[in-house]
């Protein structure tokens, strides 16, 4: 039996259609492919109250406008399009067909309708988008439902989009919050973590700190901070933009603790970074690239005590190559490899990359270096190290040294990529 609505709709009898918009401007267009320009779009004399009078002669007791079609124009001025007549020179921006429809049809005693096309060809789709960010501070009254459904749209929308995720949207997180604002992972810091230590945010702090070596999920750190001291730009921080050196120690922290540094710039009032901020960040650069440049232990004689076999020789270690690795035997969960150089070299810093495909296997590792390879001397910084992942960053005071040795023990044979040591400019 038919609702009261649908009662109501039979005794209508005739319904008008009105299909007014840009299409009308543009010559025998019924489709537009949304390119014509909002400028076209000028009714000399447009009187919605004429449009009723026309319905009330014959006898139509309702009208639907159109307010959007498959152009994509709003007939009224949205705030979420530019394509609409607020960018059109008809009342110099200021009308509102829509308005001036339903105001018309109150008058005159006519039911309004609407009809809204979702087929756009104007509103570009804004894809494809690498990152959503679900900033934790002042979310917590939204719930683990209303991420879902966000969640489900991304999903399908973006497949390759990754979640920077925070409290209750902790299910989604492909990356986590390092709990702090200051560019600084801890040491360890692992990949992988409970995801209640997100969820849980206030309560731990150094879990997301830190990652937990035997948490369930892989959700590795991504590091906000800013070049300056507030996220937006303020004239009084012009001379408060973080140095080189700040940065350089910021990206040690940082992406040499196995995160991803998420630097903000903060855009001045006539829209561009400031000149310093884009400087310093140059600089950063210039350092990483020159010091990672020159791989020292390129030519070393190398050996390992428990090599897994030609296909993964220790000379793919600095071979400069993510594609080749060394690998430690079956059964081996420690190793020691001694690179020994033909000459001595001086270096001040060493990077590590271990092949994060295969999770973390190394927990725990130590340099050493020597000048007649039997007096093994620490290199500082450099023991008792704990997690590897993508990139481990350690830096010291200039050495001198032909030989260095690399301890590794873990949860695995060990499986690094690059080991290397480094001249900073
Ligand atoms: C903090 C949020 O609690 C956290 O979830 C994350 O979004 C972080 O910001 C991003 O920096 S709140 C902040 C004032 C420490």
């Given at each position: 039996m038919p609702s009261a609505k649908q009662l109501e709709w039979y005794k209508r009898e005739i319904v008008a259609f009105f299909h007014?918009?840009?299409?009308?401007?543009?010559?025998?267009?019924?489709?537009?492919?949304g390119k014509a320009s909002p400028a076209i779009f000028n009714p000399t004399g447009l009187d919605c109250g004429q449009w009723m009078k026309t319905l009330k002669r014959a006898g139509i007791p309702c009208g639907i406008l159109v307010a959007k079609h498959a152009d994509g124009f709003c007939n009224w001025p949205t705030a979420y399009s530019q394509y609409s007549v607020k960018n059109s020179p008809w009342k110099k921006g200021k009308g509102d067909v829509v308005r001036e429809f339903t105001n018309a049809c109150k008058v005159a005693g006519i039911k309004a309708g609407i009809y809204l096309g979702?087929?756009?060809?104007?509103?570009?789709?804004?894809?494809?988008?690498?990152?959503?960010?679900?900033?934790?501070?002042?979310?917590?009254?939204?719930?683990?439902?209303?991420?879902?459904?966000?969640a489900a749209i991304i999903h399908k929308a973006q497949p390759q989009c990754v979640f920077f995720g925070t409290k209750n949207s902790y299910p989604f997180a492909d990356c986590r919050w390092v709990g702090n604002e200051s560019g600084r992972s801890g040491d360890p810091c692992w990949s992988t973590i409970a995801p209640t230590s997100i969820r849980d945010e206030s309560a731990h702090i150094e879990e997301l700190n830190h990652g937990q070596l035997d948490g369930s999920a892989y959700v590795p750190a991504e590091v906000d901070v800013s070049i300056r001291p507030s996220w937006f730009y303020h004239a009084s921080e012009d001379h408060r933009v973080k140095s080189v050196k700040e940065l350089i120690d910021i990206y040690c922290e940082s992406v040499g603790r196995n995160s991803v540094l998420l630097l903000n710039f903060p855009p001045d009032r006539t829209g561009l970074v400031p000149a310093t901020d884009a400087k310093n960040a140059a600089g950063l650069?210039?350092?990483?690239?020159?010091?990672?440049?020159?791989?020292l232990l390129r030519g070393a004689k190398i050996t390992s005590q428990h090599p897994r076999g030609s296909e993964f020789s220790a000379s793919n270690l600095v071979d400069g190559r993510e594609e080749t690795y060394y690998a430690s035997a079956d059964g081996s969960n420690s190793d020691t490899i001694e690179f020994h150089l033909p000459k001595p070299k001086t270096f001040d810093c060493l990077m590590i990359q271990e092949v994060i495909q295969l999770g973390h296997r190394t927990t725990s590792w130590s340099v050493e270096y020597s000048n007649d390879g039997s007096t093994w001397?620490?290199?500082?910084?450099?023991?008792?190290?704990?997690?590897?992942?993508?990139?481990?960053?350690?830096?010291?005071?200039?050495?001198?040294a032909s030989h260095l040795r690399l301890k590794l023990s873990g949860r695995a044979p060990a499986a690094i990529h690059t080991f290397g040591i480094y001249k900073q400019p």
């Open positions: 007014f918009g840009i299409n009308t401007f543009g010559d025998e267009v019924n489709e537009g492919d979702p087929h756009d060809r104007h509103e570009p789709t804004y894809g494809p988008i690498w990152e959503i960010w679900w900033d934790g501070a002042g979310a917590d009254f939204l719930t683990t439902d209303f991420y879902t459904r966000w650069h210039n350092w990483i690239r020159r010091t990672f440049a020159h791989n001397i620490p290199v500082p910084n450099a023991t008792d190290k704990q997690t590897i992942g993508h990139k481990w960053i350690i830096r010291f005071s200039p050495l001198t």
